[in-house]
């Protein structure tokens, strides 16, 4: 168990339809970033959060959004899904700042698989 | 895109040290070498990182190049459980977070 917990561990969903993946950070850190992984992309990062606040965007489509709540979990929302959607969703989270994140890494949950059918 | 460039794949013994390389020739001066390995379809794992200087902990060595431009990430002794695709990231730790190459994908051999 990395403290990173991510819910739910699998969601089949039809195209058209609108899902909320949940990141709950390990406790203490403040950010949390998001990353997509599909069979011919990798791991791509998507967005980051830090206490509440976006601090970076990277390759999410305008159909995604994501958001960071006062407890510091956050939720990515992704609307009018795709086949394409269809893909292994990481969060990871970090103590915060980016000299404390250079000394510590990132430590990632084990992922939410969306299935678009 | 990533900046590093990582053999594609990797046969290792079991019991036998595994050396991965990683070439990250335009890394800054601020960036730290990252190391991460992600088990089938696993959250990646972080293993190590490093600055300039030579690193070791329970899971693995890293060696640096003193030029920067290579590293070298070595499990001293190689199980069937290291089967993974490993990932060589160099990084400055900011707000864009981890930009994740194709890595190594080593197979320990029984």
């Known amino acids: 168990d990395s403290g990173v917990t991510q819910t739910p561990k699998h969601l089949i969903t039809a195209t058209g339809q609108r899902v909320t993946l949940r990141c709950s950070p390990r406790?203490?850190?403040?950010?949390v970033y998001w990353y997509q992984q599909s069979l011919d992309q990798g791991l791509q990062f998507l967005i980051h959060y830090y206490n509440g606040e976006e601090r970076a965007k990277g390759n999410i489509l305008e159909r995604f959004s994501a958001q960071q709540f006062p407890d510091l979990h956050s939720e990515l929302n992704l609307s009018s899904l795709e086949l394409g959607d269809s893909a292994l969703y990481f969060c990871?989270?970090?103590?915060?700042?980016?000299?404390?994140?250079?000394?510590?890494?990132?430590?990632f949950g084990s992922g939410t698989r969306l299935t678009v059918v | 895109d990533a900046k590093t460039t990582q053999p594609p794949s990797m046969d290792c013994a079991e019991g036998r040290a595994a050396n991965l390389p990683c070439n990250h020739s335009?890394?800054?001066?601020?960036?730290?070498v990252y190391w991460y390995r992600q088990i089938h379809s696993q959250g990646p794992q972080y293993i190590i990182h490093?600055?300039?200087n030579n690193e070791t902990n329970e899971m693995a060595s890293l060696i640096i190049t003193e030029d920067r431009k290579s590293s070298t990430l070595i499990l001293p002794h190689a199980t069937l459980r290291d089967t993974a695709v490993y990932y060589c990231?160099?990084?400055?730790?900011?707000?864009?977070?981890?930009?994740f190459g194709k890595g190594t994908h080593l197979i320990i051999q029984p």
């Open positions: 406790s203490g850190d403040l950010s």
């Open positions: 335009t890394i800054s001066g601020n960036e730290y």
């Open positions: 990231i160099d990084s400055g730790g900011g707000a864009d977070g981890l930009t």
């Open positions: 990871a989270s970090s103590v915060g700042s980016a000299s404390w994140e250079a000394n510590y890494g990132y430590t």
């Open positions: 490093g600055l300039k």
